[in-house]
């Protein structure tokens, strides 16, 4: 790719530490060209990112997302895998929460995210643990385009184990990141690159994070740049619903009980979705009832039904595969709400 | 004179015939082997000369030379003392013996002239009889472990005078009585049982299935939940070994000489426990003196791996191979050694380092990176081979229920036999022997489905998130519970049970 020199002297300048740092050199110039005499670092480092298929857009250029560009501190580069045109998009919704999410979290996405999607909403997170991966393999599994911001460079993986979908990402929506290829994702990086998630989107979802949640960075961002706050409440017995439940106290957030709270609130029509039908046997339904609301373990299970273990197996599995149940850990079972 | 005894060597689990030549010459009196013999057969020397002396026959104060033929293998172990002895007796025309040709010799010697055990007589013998060998000298406390083996004629004693004395014809001697071979069920051996264990329903109908199809299995649950309890009942539910599989045990374990000398052969399925810390040649066999390792003595019976990802990965890596072949091929520069390995894998884990992860009274405290790490220590290719994996539960039963009665590992067995008579009859044309082990065209042609059961499992996959390659291992699976059904379809309801146990393939650790 070939790029001016204003571009190149951003990217230089994207490998300095630290945003203020970065903002300071350049608001010194009025052209960022006069940065830099030269610019063979800026080269090789195109050399490096045209391998990987890396891109990059800076605050000069046109197509900077606008609405990005408004807050406080715009990131100066954007490298980007994937269609840059999602970027700037108004119909952007970001999903962050916690690392570790509980079933009543998963519940909670499984509820609202298919809601989200077919109301024309694009999820933005961060290809973290937990929430963020939950919200970004449920588009990629649709084939729906989302936004994943990273905290390095986008040669690199982080978690590792996301790999995989961080590459499906890319294709199907948009991979961003405001560090040149080759950036370790540093502590620091993570609330840096939540302000973007939250700059880029109307709206910020929580369903669920803890007292520690670095979600609630972007959630304090989201409120700072006047987006709008949705968070789910929870018990207040949960430690994963904590960070929630504290928003709301702080009266920072709309508390989003349906899916259609957050649509009215980004003025979307909630588009009627079409839930899947399943058709349950008496049997199934009887079983159904048997387990009630709460979790319930496999062996209170077999005594209420009267069922032994191969017949009752055989019955949750297929309960499981229609998606009415869902499996838990230390053999509980509970059935999936649904609203 | 010269004169040449016959003895028997071993490579891995079979033998070769070693002939000890003992020559004397004229010169300074001295003591010289060659053959490539191990310290232990050099140091043979002295056991020799004082055993002959304190027999009260005449050491051959000369140049004595030994040689073991062929001369370009290996040789271990102190067998070759008995032989040497009579070698040299004979070599110096101390004693007079036209039949001691006729015999395979195989003893250690006391300084006082008495016979000690050794190790690996069973398979020493085994491949002298294929080798058409009939006669042998053994020493009288390996007498129980040959006396399983028919047809053959030996003669066990107890001191080297004896030996002499019966191959010079002075006494006569009885050939031994074949031992009838009774396996472990009447002598009832396995001081576990099936009933002990409350609860744990689905656990136990795992392991089950697993025995039924030699499936290997998982266990993951919290600290103290009966994984090891319940591991240690398997052998309790296996099929009883035949006699050939009785030999190919008692081989393996006559040479690693951990065999009870008192009953001779190996009876009860082999559970074998190996410490997290073992090392690969612990697990795999070798070492500078070849000896099985711990997967070749749990052939025909249970390697129980506990606490599975606090092994180190490399030595988990070696037990893909074996897996998938049944032996334990140790490969050295100077040689290879092949050992059977064929065992069924029980594993347990805890659900992340800490143990309480999906505990309802304890809370977790991994981190997810923690629990990452340590559910990737086991690999995709090594828990493909493991078709079941379940919940072990951490609370007990009386949550639920007044103690009902547990079934008794004999009503299971019974279970598991006719299944396994099911797999006989339908693979008696074939190597394989379990369901565990059929090969891609046989998963096409056993396990054909209904277009119910094909839906099942199509949307099995999608909506749980199956692994594409848990796909056959689910098939065969659900092969082994249609044949406990005594069902000759595999229906939909087999599946569907056979998904429920594959627990590590979904993602609960997102």
């Known amino acids: ?339 | 004179m010269l004169a040449k005894t016959k003895s028997y060597a071993l490579n891995g689990v079979d033998g070769y015939e070693v002939s000890i030549e003992v020559d004397l010459n004229a010169g300074l009196p001295s003591y010289d082997m060659v053959g490539l013999a191990d310290t232990a057969i050099k140091e043979s020397k002295e056991r020799v000369r004082s055993a002959i002396k304190n027999s009260l026959y005449t050491y051959p104060i000369r140049k004595i030379t030994i040689n073991l033929a062929p001369a370009y293998t290996k040789k271990e172990g102190s067998h070759f003392d008995l032989p040497i002895a009579l070698g040299i007796l004979v070599a110096s025309e101390e004693i007079v013996s036209k039949t001691y040709k006729d015999y395979i010799i195989l003893g250690e010697l006391s300084l006082d002239g008495s016979i000690n055990h050794i190790k690996g007589v069973m398979p020493l013998v085994i491949s002298a009889v294929q080798k058409g060998y009939k006669k042998f000298i053994l020493p009288a406390k390996n007498a129980k472990e040959a006396s399983y083996i028919s047809g053959i004629e030996v003669y066990a004693f107890d001191k080297l005078k004896e030996v002499v004395d019966f191959l010079t014809g002075e006494i006569q001697a009885q050939p031994l009585q074949t031992s009838e071979f009774v396996s472990m069920q009447s002598l009832n051996k396995y001081n576990v049982d099936l009933s002990e264990v409350k609860g744990q329903f689905v656990a136990k109908r795992a392991l089950e299935i697993a025995v039924a199809g030699g499936h290997n299995l998982l266990m993951i649950g919290p600290p103290g939940a009966g994984k090891t309890m319940m591991a240690k009942c398997v052998p309790t539910i296996m099929p009883d070994m035949t006699f050939e599989e009785a030999i190919e045990v008692t081989k393996i374990h006559s040479i690693a000489g951990i065999l009870d000398s008192s009953i001779g052969i190996v009876a009860s399925r082999p559970f074998r426990t190996p410490h997290h810390t073992a090392t690969i040649p612990a697990l795999m066999g070798g070492g500078s003196n070849a000896r099985p390792g711990e997967i070749s003595l749990a052939h025909n019976g249970v390697l129980f791996l506990d606490e599975m990802p606090e092994y180190q990965r490399r030595t988990l890596e070696t037990l893909r191979q074996p897996l998938e072949d049944g032996v334990a091929v140790v490969s050295r520069a100077k040689h290879t050694l092949e050992y059977p390995a064929r065992f069924m894998l029980v594993a347990s884990m805890n659900p992340c380092p800490c143990g309480n992860l999906g505990s309802k009274s304890k809370e977790c405290k991994c981190s997810p990176s923690e629990i990452h790490r340590y559910v990737s220590k086991l690999s995709g290719p090594l828990l493909d081979r493991i078709d079941l994996q379940v919940e072990v539960d951490g609370i007990s039963y009386e949550e639920f229920s007044d103690a009902a009665p547990s079934e008794s590992s004999a009503s299971v067995r019974a279970r598991v036999e006719k299944a396994r008579g099911i797999q006989r009859a339908r693979y008696a044309s074939s190597t394989t022997k379990t369901n565990d082990e059929m090969t891609n065209a046989e998963v096409r042609k056993y396990c054909k489905l209904d277009s119910v059961g094909e839906a099942l499992l199509k949307n099995g996959f999608t909506r749980l998130n199956l692994t594409a390659r848990a796909s056959s291992r689910v098939l065969k699976v659900a092969r082994t519970i249609a044949d406990l059904d005594g069902s000759e379809d595999v229906s939909a309801h087999h599946i569907a049970e056979a998904i429920q146990y594959r627990s590590l393939d979904r993602k609960y650790w997102d």
């Open chain 1, 1 to 339: 790719m070939k790029y001016d020199n204003d571009t190149k002297a951003l990217i230089m300048l994207s490998t300095v530490e630290g945003y203020k740092a970065r903002r300071k050199k350049f608001d010194q110039v009025e052209r960022p060209a006069e940065l830099y005499d030269d610019y063979s670092i800026a080269d090789r480092m195109i050399e490096d990112m045209d391998k990987f298929g890396v891109r990059v857009m800076t605050i000069l250029d046109d197509d900077y997302p606008p609405q990005l560009k408004s807050i406080y501190d715009p990131p100066l580069t954007l490298y980007y895998i994937g269609d840059k045109n999602l970027l700037s998009q108004e119909n952007l919704l970001g999903v962050v929460g916690t690392r570790r999410v509980t079933a009543y979290g998963k519940n909670i996405m499984q509820n609202f995210l298919p809601v989200f999607i077919d109301s024309g909403l694009v999820i933005v997170s961060g290809l973290a643990r937990g929430v963020d991966s939950i919200g970004h393999r449920f588009c990629v599994d649709k084939g729906k385009a989302t936004i994943g911001v990273v905290a390095n460079g986008l040669d690199i993986c982080y978690p590792p184990e996301n790999e995989r979908l961080q590459e499906q990402v890319s294709k199907v929506g948009v991979l961003v990141s405001e560090y040149p290829i080759k950036t370790k994702p540093l502590q620091f990086h993570f609330p840096e690159r939540n302000r973007i998630i939250s700059g880029l989107s109307k709206g910020i979802f929580i369903p669920e994070a803890g007292d520690k949640s670095g979600s609630l960075i972007t959630a304090d961002d989201a409120v700072e740049q006047g987006r709008e706050l949705f968070v789910v409440p929870g018990s207040i017995f949960s430690t994963a619903s904590v960070g929630c439940n504290k928003k709301i106290k702080e009266l920072q957030a709309t508390i989003a009980l349906t899916p259609e709270d957050v649509l009215e609130t980004l003025g979307y029509d909630a588009k009627k979705t079409e839930k899947e039908v399943v058709q349950l046997s008496l049997e199934e339904q009887a079983l159904i009832n048997l387990m009630g609301s709460e979790k319930i373990h496999l062996y209170a299970l077999m005594e209420k039904s009267g069922l032994n273990i191969a017949a009752l197996s055989s019955e949750l599995s297929r309960l499981e595969i229609m998606g009415v149940i869902r499996k838990q850990q230390g053999n509980y079972y509970e059935v999936i709400p649904s609203m």
